[in-house]
């Protein structure tokens, strides 16, 4: 079971300069969100969602205020030292699941752990195991051309999860689903959050999904709004 990680951010901004002038996406942000909580954060589009969770991720940092992944800053750290911290603690999860072509299911989330120097006879049984979680079991060789929408992202989230990262960001995983299908995807979150023990946000425009979560934080003008 993962260990979850606290987030916290405090006095958190962000701002892009564009055609000389200053424009204020994310204003003032101080959340805690909890080890192994799940969260959702919803908002129309262009509203800093996304902006978010790449802070949250640390592919962006923010223009002020700091985030601290249990009680530690990872600002002013090395670009190499935290691209590892983050390929081993965070798993990311996108609308377009990325998936390589050429390889099949158990292919794409064995790639991880291949990547991290594991044999293959180490990295497929791990792949193996985490497919059928997200239950995938019967389609380990099929390729992402042989399967459906819905189980192209469930591959996705077996992808990010097969490391046991501590923090799982997703950003509108759902939004090329029908609505059948995005909530049985947003389901398998909410189980493997459950049973091993991530820390998982969520972003998403769907109000009724985000209902589903025990948190959910609405962006209004560059702030978290608690629904």
Known sequence: MSKGIALR????????????????VLRALDVEIG??????IVGPSGCGKSTLLHL?????????????????????????????????????????????????????????????????TEAYPQAQVMLERVGLGERLTHRPGELSGGEQQRVAIARALVTNP????ADEPTGNLDPATAADVFDA???????????????????????????????VEGRLEEN
Do not use: W
């Open 9 to 24: 951010l405090e006095g958190v901004e962000k701002t892009y300069q564009k055609g000389g002038r200053s424009i204020s």
């Open 35 to 40: 080890a192994g909580e799940a969260v959702a």
């Open 189 to 219: 979150f909410l189980e493997l959050n459950s049973s091993l023990g991530s820390t998982l946000v969520v972003v998403t425009h769907s109000l009724d999904l985000a209902s589903r979560f025990p948190r959910c934080f609405k962006v």
């Open 56 to 120: 949250l991720g640390t592919l962006d940092k923010p223009s002020a205020g700091n985030i601290f992944y249990d009680d530690v800053s990872h600002l002013g750290i090395d670009a190499s030292v935290l691209d590892s911290i983050r390929n081993r603690t965070i798993g990311f999860v996108f609308q377009f699941h990325h998936l390589l072509p050429e390889q099949s299911a158990l292919g794409n989330v064995a790639m991880p752990l291949l990547i991290r120097g594991l044999r293959r």
């Open 166 to 169: 501590g923090l799982i960001l």
